[in-house]
C-alpha cells in the first residue's frame, strides 16, 4: 500500500485546509497523524474502512472532519477555523488498528511522506 499526502500549505488563523490522502491497493481504516517541530506525533483523525465510524482528537474536534471516498481509495481531513498550534507536518496512515486502538500510531502499518501544514497568527 502507498499513500500519498497532499493539500498542505500556509493559512492564515481562522482559515480552511483540506488535506487529501491517496491509497492504492485494498481499504484499510485511515487516519490522519501530526507532529510539530521537537514534539511527539500526535493523533489527529481516523475513520473506519467502511467510513462507519470515525474518531477525533480533543483538540481538532469540531474543527476537523475526516471524509472518505473509497471509488477514489482517498481520505480527506478538512480544517477549518484553524490556529497556530495546527501547524505541523501531518501525516496520513493506513492499518487495521484493533478495538480502541484507532489513536495509536503503532497500530498502522502504511505511512504516507507528509504534508507541512503552517498557520500563521
Known amino acids: 500500500v502507498q499513500l500519498q499526502a497532499s493539500g498542505g500549505g500556509l493559512v492564515q488563523a481562522g482559515g480552511s485546509l483540506r488535506l487529501s490522502c491517496a491509497a492504492s491497493?485494498?481499504?484499510?481504516?485511515m487516519a490522519w497523524f501530526r507532529q510539530a517541530p521537537g514534539k511527539e506525533r500526535e493523533f489527529v483523525a481516523a475513520i473506519k474502512w467502511n467510513a462507519d465510524r470515525t474518531y477525533y482528537s480533543d483538540s481538532v474536534k469540531g474543527r476537523f472532519t475526516i471524509s472518505r471516498d473509497n471509488a477514489k481509495n482517498t481520505v480527506y481531513l478538512q480544517m477549518n477555523s484553524l490556529k497556530p498550534e495546527d501547524t505541523a507536518v501531518y501525516y496520513c496512515a493506513a492499518g487495521l488498528p484493533r478495538l480502541r486502538q484507532a489513536t495509536t500510531p503503532s497500530s498502522y502499518t502504511y505511512w504516507g511522506q507528509g504534508t507541512e501544514v503552517t498557520v500563521s497568527s
Open positions: 491497493g485494498r481499504s484499510y481504516d
